[in-house]
């Protein structure tokens, strides 16, 4: 199986970057094949622009957006990691999405209705929180959250969500509880 990661967190060492390493690992050694896009590494410009949006009407895309979609289209599982930061994405992530999801990339209209192009693959979200699960839950923002990420962006271009993970007081996990975390995702792979 074909595995893509898709990473946005600045420091390396983070709690994310723990996951992401532990996962990346983890489906090597089971013969699996990965690929890490670490946004910050990369220097992702998150900028939609109007030649973006000029171009996506046309079908066509820049250079950095193609290669990404490259490694979408050669993926069979997309895992994105990433924290929650003021109840959403991060800025960059957002960006990704805002240009390689792209129209008549990850969807497009058929008469009217909606269609997600990236059918047949799988996603894993992994998101990190600082607030407690319970916090969440009594403001509905865990809702919030599933609604606009799952069903706003994923489900939305196609993809079949396999899980998706929400670590709460990420900023006070324990050894212990990390392990916890990393084996919960293990699990899935």
Known sequence: ???????????????????????????????????????????????????????????????????????????????????????????????????????GFAYRYDQGVQKGLLTGKQAVIINTQGKPAAEYRASEMDKALSLTSDKGIYTYSGLEIKQHFFFDQANRATGDTIDEWTNQIKQVF
Not at 48 to 62: A, F, R
């Open 1 to 103: 199986m074909k595995h893509l990661i898709i990473y946005a967190h600045p420091n390396p060492q983070s709690l994310n970057g723990q996951l992401k390493q532990a996962l990346a690992e983890h489906v090597l050694n089971n013969g699996h094949e990965v690929e890490i896009r670490d946004l910050y590494q990369l220097g992702f410009n998150p900028v939609l622009s109007l030649e973006d949006m000029l171009g996506q009407q046309k079908g066509q895309v820049t250079d950095d957006v193609r290669q990404e979609q490259k490694f979408i289209l050669w993926a069979d599982c997309i895992t994105f990691i990433h924290p929650i930061w003021w109840t959403g994405l991060p800025a960059i992530f957002k960006g990704y999405i805002d240009r390689v999801f792209s129209y």
